[in-house]
């Protein structure tokens, strides 16, 4: 079955980073798009980036938010994939999800909890 397992959030102090990482498994994961999500207290989940499959030349989105400071990438090889979160501040804390639209069903991970903070 479909897994997405996320790893590498946590404390960091505000222009501090972090890389975060999601491992997949039960799917072809190289030609599948790839996103972060992420969900702050009393707020809607909102997309942060993405990145194409190998089939679409593993092109990236991001958020508005998230330009200049994010950087999403894929190892098709280990089958996963990273976010890093540079020049953090304290209202990017919050719970960061990975995701994969595999035969018409949204997968989520577990979350992984970022908090900047001095």
């Known amino acids: 079955q479909v897994q997405l397992v996320e790893s590498g959030g946590g404390l960091v102090p505000p222009g501090g980073s972090l890389r975060l990482s999601c491992a997949a498994s039960g799917f072809t994961f190289s030609t599948r798009a790839m996103r972060w999500y992420r969900q702050a207290p009393g707020k809607e989940r909102e997309l942060v980036a993405a990145?194409?499959?190998?089939?679409?030349?593993?092109?990236?989105t991001y958020a508005d938010s998230a330009k200049g400071r994010f950087t999403i990438s894929r190892d098709n090889a280990k089958n996963t994939v990273y976010l890093q979160l540079n020049s953090l501040k304290p209202e990017d804390t919050a719970v960061y999800y990975c995701?994969?639209?595999?035969?018409?069903?949204?997968?989520w991970g577990q979350g992984t909890q970022v908090t900047v903070s001095s």
């Open positions: 990145i194409s499959g190998t089939g679409t030349g593993g092109s990236t």
């Open positions: 995701n994969a639209y595999v035969w018409a069903v949204n997968y």
